[in-house]
T-cell receptor, first 116, second 115 residues
Framework: AQKVTQAQTEISVVEKEDVTLDCVYE???????LFWYKQPPSGELVFLIR??????QNEISGRYSWNFQKSTSSFNFTITASQVVDSAVYFC?????????????FGSGTRLQVQP | SAVISQKPSRDICQRGTSLTIQCQVD?????MFWYRQQPGQSLTLIAT?????????ESGFVIDKFPISRPNLTFSTLTVSNMSPEDSSIYLC????????????FGQGTRLTVV
């Protein structure tokens, strides 16, 4: 069965610091998708990125970057020069590609607090 | 990306009553899902809402407690029945789109408090 582990329960940084959120996953499928979502205090889930298992290129979007390493089953998320608005709970999630199973399995989340 | 409208956004309900949550999507989608997020916890899949057939429930969730309807490809409802304080959670609707339905988008959630 699939599993997503976010070992960091809570991280606190000071504004402008870089921070990396860890995500380790388990799956028996060779085709799968990994996601990161941001959940601010208002509760909605904001989609950040989706990455498929065949694309190991790292991705950068503004202050956000993602490092996907199949060899270690990790999909880590880095925020550069963090800002107070980055304070939220961040979830990593996995979707397996076999027929009938498209729902996401979520990690437990990492609460990021960015202090001014 | 799909635009998902979920109603109500929040509610406070008396124990023993039921609440129906609606999820409306602005385009036809094959896959619709319902998740629960208990306070301070992660998201857990309740069920997959199948159009034209009964929902597929995950372990620990039953139809009598969480009946789901999916009358067409743009709409679904989740009912939380005979509520107790333990049902206080955020309930989220999600849809799958794109190749192999791997685009996953969420409604804004329904924050339910049972008193």
């Amino acid at each position: 069965a699939q599993k997503v582990t976010q070992a960091q329960t809570e991280i606190s940084v000071v504004e402008k610091e870089d921070v990396t959120l860890d995500c380790v996953y388990e799956t028996r499928d060779t085709t799968y998708y990994l996601f990161w979502y941001k959940q601010p205090p208002s509760g909605e889930l904001v989609f950040l990125i989706r990455r498929n298992s065949f694309d190991e290129q790292n991705e950068i979007s503004g202050r956000y970057s993602w490092n996907f390493q199949k060899s270690t089953s990790s999909f880590n998320f880095t925020i550069t020069a963090s800002q107070v608005v980055d304070s939220a709970v961040y979830f990593c999630a996995l979707s397996e590609a076999w027929a009938g199973r498209r729902a996401l399995t979520f990690g437990s989340g990492t609460r990021l607090q960015v202090q001014p | 990306s799909a635009v998902i409208s979920q109603k109500p956004s929040r509610d406070i309900c008396q124990r023993g009553t039921s609440l129906t949550i609606q999820c409306q999507v602005d385009s036809q989608v094959t896959m619709m899902f319902w998740y629960r997020q208990q306070p301070g916890q992660s998201l857990t899949l309740i069920a997959t809402a199948n159009q034209g057939s009964e929902a597929t429930y995950e372990s620990g969730f039953v139809i009598d407690k969480f009946p789901i309807s999916r009358p067409n490809l743009t709409f679904s409802t989740l009912t939380v029945s005979n509520m107790s304080p333990e049902d206080s959670s955020i309930y989220l609707c999600s849809v799958g789109q794109g190749a192999m339905n791997t685009e996953a988008f969420f409604g804004q959630g329904t924050r339910l408090t049972v008193v």
